[in-house]
């Protein structure tokens, strides 16, 4: 029960209505007997500043980030984490004695997912599809992780090569989509398709190995990507193994304290309805 001694977070994005993050740090505030909670809140860019300002003086304990915030927020922090700085993007905030502190657990939380399903990166050809900031992270995990190759699509061109220079990577036209997925070891969608049921599949994929694996960033069990794995028969999986494990380091910088994964993958489950999430 809320009262004078309960501490805030919140996650700021636009659109918000999709966000899971409220669902599982609640679900941890409850299993740790703290007395919390977690909101989430629909800020549109212009109002981003104005709304962090407020958090910080109504003594809220830190907030994340999702789209369109993750590097537009950079600018207002105090401190922000080497990761963060070489992705060029936060989604996690503590406030601490009036400071903004920013940090990047996208990265590491779909590294540690990964790494949960022995899904590895190393000496493997890698095509994102997306150039936001969830594809930031992605692409940081995989130069990390040491990905032979990685190709980089998004719907408007220019800003795939914008991005593509600051990682060093290869950008990829609309017209040499097909040629490129035929290379892939491994598929992500680090864009938004898919997170409306209208959402199509943003290429035609003529080529794909049977052997490539598909990683889907939105967390939802049908989605144009999704339908893709089930109809070439590939194995894929979704976001909320790496929505889970990001959430978990965000809750260890606000509390240095160790969560239930699994509880939290399994609350997500239940919320999402029969999951796709597997072999097909």
């Known amino acids: 029960m809320l009262n004078p001694e309960t501490k805030y977070l919140a996650v700021l994005g636009s659109p918000i209505k ?8 609640n679900y941890w505030f409850k299993q740790q007997k703290l007395n919390c909670a977690y909101l989430s809140f629909e800020v549109a860019p212009k109002n981003l500043k104005s709304v962090i300002d407020s958090l910080k003086m109504l003594g809220f304990v830190g907030f994340n980030l999702t789209v369109p915030h993750k590097t537009e ?20 905030v ?4 009036g ?8 990265y590491s939380g779909l590294e540690a997912d990964l790494a949960s399903k022995n899904i590895g990166i190393k000496n493997k050809n890698v095509f994102i599809y997306g150039a936001g900031g969830a594809s930031r992270a992605v692409i940081y995990t995989c130069k990390h992780g040491g990905a032979k190759n990685i190709f980089l699509a998004n719907r408007t061109y220019k800003n795939a090569v914008t991005l593509a220079k600051k990682f060093h990577i290869q950008p990829i036209t609309q017209d040499e989509t097909d040629d ?7 598929i992500f969608n680090a864009s938004l398709c898919g997170l409306e049921l209208s959402d199509f599949l943003p290429f035609d994929i003529y080529q794909i190995k049977k052997t490539t694996f598909i990683y889907d960033l939105i967390c939802k069990p049908r989605t144009p990507f999704v339908r893709l794995a089930k109809k070439r028969h590939l194995n894929f999986d979704t976001g909320e193994g790496m929505l889970v494990h ?7 910088i606000w509390f240095d304290a160790v969560v239930d994964i ?7 489950k239940i919320k999402q309805g029969p999951s796709l999430v597997g072999v097909i």
Do not use: C, H, W
């Open 18 to 25: 999709q966000s899971l993050s409220p669902l599982i740090q």
């Open 180 to 186: 490129y997925l035929a290379k892939a070891d491994i």
């Open 73 to 92: 927020i950079m600018q207002y922090l105090d401190f922000i984490d080497k990761p963060a700085k070489a992705i060029g993007g936060v989604n996690t």
């Open 99 to 106: 400071k903004f502190y920013g940090y990047n657990t996208d």
């Open 262 to 268: 699994k509880g939290a993958k399994k609350l997500i």
């Open 94 to 97: 503590a406030i601490r004695e």
């Open 246 to 252: 990001q959430g978990a380091q965000a809750f260890k």
